[in-house]
């Protein structure tokens, strides 16, 4: 499912709780169920955009020459520590 998808749910299925809890009251086993509901759609859309945020591509161009930097710093850093213990 696409984010626009879970969004649109997330707000049908708070709509639908909302209703639930005024007309039946929030004890009511109907609206504890839309509440679990509820959660495991916002569970699932919050895990699509971390899976999103982790395989997002990466410039070359910018986030490249960054990358090789922060590692090049650390293989340096591992060589002279190691030169400084001994």
């Known amino acids: 499912m696409r984010?626009?998808?879970f969004e649109e749910a997330i707000n049908e299925k708070k709509a639908e709780m909302i209703h639930l809890?005024?007309?039946?009251g929030l004890q009511n086993e109907?609206?504890?169920?839309c509440s679990q509901e509820l959660d495991k759609l916002l569970n699932d859309?919050?895990?699509l955009l971390l899976d999103a945020?982790?395989?997002?591509s990466i410039n070359?161009?910018?986030d490249l020459p960054s990358i090789l930097i922060?590692?090049?710093h650390r293989i340096l850093s591992i060589q002279y520590r190691y030169f400084f213990i001994n």
């Open 21 to 24: 809890g005024m007309t039946k």
């Open 53 to 56: 945020k982790h395989t997002k």
């Open 45 to 47: 859309y919050n895990r």
């Open 70 to 72: 922060k590692q090049l």
């Open 30 to 33: 109907e609206t504890i169920y």
């Open 3 to 5: 984010l626009e998808h």
């Open 60 to 62: 070359h161009y910018v």
